[in-house]
Each structure stands twice: as structure tokens, then as C-alpha cells.
């Protein structure tokens, strides 16, 4: 008899009890059935305080999921996901690159050094596969020996080579030869091949002629080079009085700026505009008046003269003025004495300061060295 939840019922008789109930007992302890709704209170389910079921829904909060009371997702989020690797960093290996090294052959090595393409005068032979075989062919009394152990070829010429047949049947001295059978001359110096050869001025005293290309340098003559660097309107100076023309065959020159320094064109400092070809400026100078430094003289001298003369004086408090007593009642010790009042009035005065000076220029040029200098004009 199996497990049956309708028993036993509750109109059957109290006889039958005792047997279905043992039979009950039994299919739950030996069949292992359990139909209970809750354990201690709890309910199935995958959130906190459930019983954790495995249904597809992560759990959340219950401790059956969760390691050391922390959840899967701390170990590995869902949203986790491994790089591929590259040559900088570490990473998961892609099916294109696992690909690639499944079509590595067992034992391959790197790449070794070597020729694709070989030139042959104009004619260039190239590699058409990966292991192209280069085949060297052996041509009319020529022998080509392969030597596979050493990796080694070895050509060798015997008999007369086809289109150099003159070479076994020289004219003139060509087979024993220790010098040219006809001299040539180099720098105007005859050459036989016999001997060194001394050219005057270049290992030898003496001149040599450089009219020709033996003066070029970089492919030009130094009259070249120097018209090159020295274009119409350029200034040169030297200690020598020579015309420039006259020293490099050059252009047409002229003297320039005779007895005066040069200046920059263009606005200087002080708001002064200096334009190329204009002149200025003194050798010497004499002051103006409005040049003058401000400056005084001291001045002495004497007033004029205006001869011998008198001060007329009269008397007060009984005195006239001849200094006879003028009357009583007054002591004699007891006078004052006035002069004339001549009123307000002038002296004139005059001088001559001294004379300093000798109304000459002054010299007005820096410190200078002479030289010559040249302009070009054409």
C-alpha cells in the first residue's frame, strides 16, 4: 500500500485506524515522501527568508547562496567577460588567433632572412611561392660545381669565352704589358703608366692650369660659387685695394660708402627710419647755440663815478645850520645833525665777462679701422 493522503478518513472505522496510520508512517520514513508547505516557519522561494529553490531565479540573500556570507555575483559578476590578448596585455585567446595557431606547423621557426627578388643586370627574378627553387644554369665553357655539404657553388671558366676571343689573340703589347704603348697626357703632364706621376702645384712646386673643370667644386667653378653668394647689390670688403672683378672675373663693382659707416635699414629705437642708399651724419661739428649745454659766468665790475659833491645838513633844537646857537632854552649838548634828502635815485653799472673758447669743430666719429669696400653693381 503507497502513501495516500485520504487516509485515514474520518468516517472509516476505528479498526482500520491503527493499520493505515502505521502504513502512513511508513511511506513517509522509507519512501522519503515530504509534502510540507514550510519548514520552521519558512516558505519556498529564491528572496530573504525562503526556503532557497532551484527554479532558474538567482537567490538573493539566502545563505545557501553565498560563500563566506558573500554572493556569487562578488566571485564573478554576470556582467564579467575576459579580453582577448594582444602583444600588450594578457587576455583570452580570439578564434581568429587560435586559428592561426593551429596552421602552425610542429617545429616551425621565425622567419629566416632571405631573397625574394634577384637582379640580374636589368632583369629581375622573382620568388612566385613560398619555396620557389632559383635554378643557376651553366653557360658555354663554364662549369658550375655544387657542393651540398658546404653550401657551396663553385664556377670555373675553361677554353675561350664566346665574344672575347680578342682577349687570346692581343695585338701590341697587351700581353706583357708594363706600360701604355701610347702616352697620354693628364694635367699637361705626358703619362706612359710606367711611373707616378707629379703634377706642378698639386704634389709638386710649380703652376698648374685650372682653367678648365679641375676648378669646379660640387660641379661649379669657384667663380661660380662666388657669383652665387655675392648677387648684384651685395658689399664686399677687404684690406686689399684689388677690384673684386679683377680677383673672380666676377660682375662689375664699385667703390662704396667712402669715409662712412654702414647702418641698418628700417626704424631704429629712437623712432628714427633709415632707408637703404640714404646718408647722414658729420665728420665734425660745430655747436649752435641751442646745442649748447645749459651752463652760467660769474661776473664782477665796478659802478660808475659821479666826481666830487657835498650833503648839505641842517639843524633841529635851537642849532642852525651854520652850528650857532639858535635860541634859549635848549642845551648845547643836545643838537641833531640832518643831511639833504636827495630823493630816490640810480647808479649805473657796467662789464665785460671773459671770452672762453676758440669757436673750432669737435670731432665727431667713433673709433674706426679703414678698409676697402665694394659694391656690386651688375
Known sequence: MAYDSTKPADDEYLSAFPAEAREQLRAIIE???VNALKLQGLVPGNSSGQLPV?????????NADQVDGRDASYFSPSTHVHSDATQNADGFMSKADKTKLDGVATGAEVNQYAFSNVAVGSITIQADGKQDTLTIAQ??????????????LT???SGTVPNATNAATCTGNAATATKWQTARKIGGVSVDGSADVDLPGVNTAGTQDTSGSATKHGGYTVAQLFDYFHPVGCIYESTSSTNPADIWGVGTWESYGVGRVLVGAGTADS???YTVGGTGGEESHKLTTDELAAHSHTF???TSSNGSHNHGVYT???WDNLGYFAGSGYSSNNQTLYTNNAGDHLHSFSGTTGNVGNNKTHE???PYQVIYRWRRTA
Do not use: F, P
Open 31 to 33: 519512501d522519503q515522501i
Open 54 to 62: 532551484s527554479n532558474g531565479n538567482v537567490n538573493a540573500n539566502l
Open 139 to 152: 653557360g658555354a665553357n663554364i662549369t658550375i660545381t655544387a657542393d651540398a655539404t658546404n653550401d657551396k
Open 155 to 157: 664556377v670555373a671558366v
Open 271 to 273: 623712432g628714427t627710419t
Open 300 to 302: 664782477s665790475g665796478n
Open 316 to 318: 633841529v633844537k635851537g
Open 364 to 366: 665727431n666719429r667713433m
